[in-house]
Protein backbone atom coordinates (compact mmCIF):
# COMPACT_ATOMS: atom_id res chain seq x y z
CA UNK A 1 0.00 0.00 0.00
CA UNK A 2 1.26 3.76 -0.79
CA UNK A 3 1.23 6.81 1.47
CA UNK A 4 1.14 9.69 -0.75
CA UNK A 5 0.82 13.30 1.02
CA UNK A 6 0.77 16.68 -0.54
CA UNK A 7 2.92 19.13 0.43
CA UNK A 8 2.97 21.87 -1.96
CA UNK A 9 -0.21 24.19 -2.96
CA UNK A 10 -1.72 24.28 -6.06
CA UNK A 11 -0.48 27.73 -7.80
CA UNK A 12 0.80 27.35 -10.51
CA UNK A 13 0.85 23.76 -11.17
CA UNK A 14 0.67 22.51 -14.46
CA UNK A 15 -2.28 21.17 -15.93
CA UNK A 16 -1.41 17.47 -15.62
CA UNK A 17 0.28 17.40 -12.26
CA UNK A 18 -3.55 19.03 -11.21
CA UNK A 19 -5.56 16.21 -13.28
CA UNK A 20 -3.66 13.65 -11.61
CA UNK A 21 -3.74 15.22 -7.71
CA UNK A 22 -7.24 15.69 -8.29
CA UNK A 23 -7.75 11.94 -9.49
CA UNK A 24 -5.48 11.03 -6.28
CA UNK A 25 -8.38 13.24 -3.99
CA UNK A 26 -5.42 15.39 -2.29
CA UNK A 27 -6.94 18.83 -2.89
CA UNK A 28 -5.18 20.52 -0.51
CA UNK A 29 -1.81 20.59 1.51
CA UNK A 30 -1.44 17.86 4.29
CA UNK A 31 -3.67 15.55 2.82
CA UNK A 32 -2.68 11.97 2.55
CA UNK A 33 -3.73 9.27 0.21
CA UNK A 34 -3.58 5.16 0.91
CA UNK A 35 -3.77 3.80 -2.33
CA UNK A 36 -2.76 0.28 -3.45
CA UNK A 37 0.76 -0.09 -4.83
CA UNK A 38 -0.11 -1.18 -8.39
CA UNK A 39 1.53 0.01 -11.47
CA UNK A 40 -1.37 2.48 -12.91
CA UNK A 41 -0.64 4.26 -8.98
CA UNK A 42 3.32 3.99 -9.17
CA UNK A 43 2.60 5.96 -12.17
CA UNK A 44 0.30 8.72 -10.99
CA UNK A 45 2.92 8.92 -8.14
CA UNK A 46 5.76 9.48 -10.87
CA UNK A 47 3.72 12.39 -12.01
CA UNK A 48 3.06 13.99 -8.80
CA UNK A 49 6.59 13.39 -7.41
CA UNK A 50 7.25 17.48 -7.39
CA UNK A 51 4.74 18.20 -5.24
CA UNK A 52 4.10 15.09 -2.64
CA UNK A 53 6.11 13.34 -0.49
CA UNK A 54 4.94 9.42 -0.77
CA UNK A 55 6.45 5.86 0.91
CA UNK A 56 4.95 2.23 1.30
CA UNK A 57 3.15 1.21 4.47
CA UNK A 58 2.04 -1.91 5.93
CA UNK A 59 -1.73 -2.90 6.65
CA UNK A 60 -0.85 -2.45 10.38
CA UNK A 61 -0.06 1.13 10.02
CA UNK A 62 -3.18 1.95 7.19
CA UNK A 63 -5.30 0.39 10.80
CA UNK A 64 -4.03 2.66 12.97
CA UNK A 65 -4.79 5.69 10.83
CA UNK A 66 -8.40 4.23 10.06
CA UNK A 67 -8.91 3.86 14.11
CA UNK A 68 -7.17 7.71 14.73
CA UNK A 69 -8.85 9.61 11.89
CA UNK A 70 -11.81 7.60 10.49
CA UNK A 71 -13.57 4.26 10.60
CA UNK A 72 -12.21 1.21 10.91
CA UNK A 73 -12.50 -1.60 8.06
CA UNK A 74 -12.14 1.31 5.70
CA UNK A 75 -10.88 -0.28 2.23
CA UNK A 76 -14.02 -2.65 1.35
CA UNK A 77 -14.82 -1.10 -2.51
CA UNK A 78 -12.65 2.16 -1.85
CA UNK A 79 -9.14 2.18 -3.87
CA UNK A 80 -8.05 5.51 -2.21
CA UNK A 81 -8.56 6.36 1.36
CA UNK A 82 -7.96 10.01 2.22
CA UNK A 83 -6.66 11.53 5.48
CA UNK A 84 -6.42 15.56 6.55
CA UNK A 85 -3.39 15.63 8.80
CA UNK A 86 -1.74 18.74 10.69
CA UNK A 87 1.42 19.91 9.77
CA UNK A 88 4.40 18.19 11.12
CA UNK A 89 5.82 18.88 14.91
CA UNK A 90 9.38 19.83 14.26
CA UNK A 91 8.45 21.12 10.44
CA UNK A 92 9.73 19.93 7.05
CA UNK A 93 13.24 20.29 6.60
CA UNK A 94 12.27 21.72 2.73
CA UNK A 95 9.28 21.76 0.60
CA UNK A 96 10.82 22.66 -2.65
CA UNK A 97 13.94 20.16 -2.58
CA UNK A 98 14.06 15.72 -3.39
CA UNK A 99 15.08 13.73 -0.99
CA UNK A 100 17.78 13.90 0.74
CA UNK A 101 17.62 17.82 1.26
CA UNK A 102 14.09 17.91 1.93
CA UNK A 103 10.80 15.71 2.26
CA UNK A 104 9.60 15.49 -1.67
CA UNK A 105 9.72 12.19 -3.46
CA UNK A 106 10.09 8.96 -2.28
CA UNK A 107 10.52 9.14 1.86
CA UNK A 108 11.33 5.31 2.99
CA UNK A 109 10.34 7.14 6.51
CA UNK A 110 7.43 7.65 5.20
CA UNK A 111 5.62 6.40 8.71
CA UNK A 112 7.65 8.69 11.23
CA UNK A 113 6.01 11.52 9.16
CA UNK A 114 2.57 10.30 9.72
CA UNK A 115 3.23 10.09 13.28
CA UNK A 116 4.74 13.36 13.55
CA UNK A 117 1.27 14.49 11.25
CA UNK A 118 -1.66 13.24 13.21
CA UNK A 119 -3.24 15.55 15.18
Known amino acids: MLAIIRLRSGIGVRPKVRKTLELLRLDR ?7 P ?3 AFRGMVKVVN ?20 GTPGFMGDQKIRIFHLNPPRGGFKSIKKQR ?9 DIK ?6 MP
Open 112 to 117: KWIEKM
Open 50 to 69: DYCMWGTVDDGMAEVLAKRL
Open 37 to 39: DTP
Open 29 to 35: QQTLALV
Open 100 to 108: PHGNLGKQP
